[in-house]
């Protein structure tokens, strides 16, 4: 019984963490360190700051992983999953049915124009990410010659064979530069084989299940699953990989429609990757209501599942991982990759937007608040409504 009340005073301060949540995973850690560390003392900040490094050698969501990671130390594995679906499951919800809004609006004949302002918004959001991360991650030539690397190989080709390509890359040159010793240093780990079996599986059983059979729902949850295994950080970092995919080669919805998910994703709490359900229900649109709740599913367990079974297969052995220097080393080139591949998402998505002048003016404004951090990123995105709808 105090095992139960311990595991709901958990879960609440886990919905608490999701409530203020807003700004990607540098913001969720100060939430993290706020809620469950200094108020609620459930790990120490030492450990909280390890399984961030842990969850940002992972691919998927970080700081989705770190907090089921803490939920995994809590009570194990089964409140690690409740952990994961309060923390995720509401703004999932509600980006579903925000997939719905350009079809509610052309059913009542209101001009979707009012949203026109959401899109250069997004830009804004994107080209502060890349400036923030870009700082982060450029410590010396080699990370300042990856990061140029990966965003002039992705800005000339737009396919989604080139991201994962150009991250494992990076990586490869981190550890071929590394000066230290010792990098692939022996441990002992005894991992639990079936979590990592089981993500092996999904990812090889949905890939051939696209080419036998060419069903749409398939297709989306082949490649959600597929971005949560190959992008390494926040949701900032899978936007160019799924506009290259959505946007540019399957065509699923417009330059616009994908602007505007991920504007609205930045007024909401919780994890960025939810915008995986707005982006897989505009895919799935064209048939019943149904379907395309359906395909919000897909992109939404598709996108995170990745994740939470790399988590369940690496927390029992982090102990020992940390101790292989070669992860570690890896990261550095890998974000570095990351850092121009953001930067490149937002001169393209910039280049779609168009480059009108109010659209300029309103990406100009956004990165002006939001680097004077003095206005609340979900009061920009209703300004931005406001302004379309007024204007």
């Known amino acids: 019984m105090t095992n139960k009340i311990r595991w709901a005073s958990f879960l609440k301060d886990v919905f608490i963490c999701s409530l203020g949540a807003y700004g990607g995973p540098e913001a969720h850690y100060g939430v993290f360190t706020d809620q469950m560390v200094v108020k609620k003392g459930y790990l120490k900040e ?3 700051v390890e399984f961030i490094a842990l969850c940002s050698i992972l691919p998927g969501p970080t700081s989705t992983q770190t907090i089921v990671a803490i939920g995994y130390k809590t009570g194990g594995p089964v409140l690690a999953f409740l952990t994961m679906l309060v923390w995720a499951l509401p703004v999932l ?8 809004l350009y079809t509610f609006l052309k059913n009542r004949n209101i001009s979707s124009e009012g949203l026109r302002y ?16 870009g700082r982060k991650v450029v410590s010396d030539k080699i990370t300042l010659v990856l990061l140029l690397f990966g965003g002039i190989a992705t800005y000339f080709i737009r396919e989604p064979w080139i991201f994962p390509l150009v991250l494992i890359i990076g990586g490869i040159i981190s550890i071929i530069s590394s000066r230290e ?5 022996h441990v002992k780990l005894n991992p639990p084989w079936v979590y ?5 599986l999904i990812a090889c059983g949905s890939f051939l299940m696209v080419l036998i059979w060419d069903h749409r729902l398939l297709h989306l949850f082949e490649s959600f699953y597929r971005y949560g295994y190959l992008v390494f950080g926040g949701g900032q970092v899978v936007v160019p990989v799924m506009h290259s995919e959505l946007v540019q080669v399957s065509q699923y919805m417009t330059n616009e429609e994908f602007l505007t998910g991920y504007g609205l994703v930045q007024g909401l709490p919780g994890p960025m990757f939810s915008f995986s359900a707005y982006a897989g229900g505009m895919a799935a649109r064209n048939g019943s209501i149904m379907h395309q709740v359906l395909g919000a599913i897909a992109g939404g367990i598709g996108i995170f599942l990745p994740g939470l079974l ?14 292989v220097k070669a992860v570690k080393v890896s990261l550095k080139g890998i974000n570095a990759v990351a850092g121009g591949m953001i930067t490149v998402a937002a001169v393209i998505l910039m280049q779609k ?8 003016l309103i990406t100009i ?16 995105v209703i300004l931005a409504i406001v302004a379309g709808f007024a204007l």
């Open 46 to 48: 030492e450990e909280l």
């Open 93 to 100: 919800i509600l980006m579903t049915i925000l997939s719905f």
């Open 118 to 133: 959401i899109g250069p918004m997004a830009v804004g959001f994107i080209v502060v990410a890349a400036f923030q991360i």
């Open 181 to 185: 010793n010792n990098l692939w240093n």
């Open 196 to 200: 990592l079996i089981t993500f092996v």
């Open 310 to 323: 790399l988590i369940y297969f690496v927390y029992p052995i982090w102990e020992n991982l940390k101790k």
């Open 353 to 360: 937007s168009g480059f009108v002048l109010d659209n300029i």
């Open 365 to 380: 404004v956004t990165i002006i608040l939001l680097l004077t951090k003095k206005v609340p990123a979900p009061l920009i």
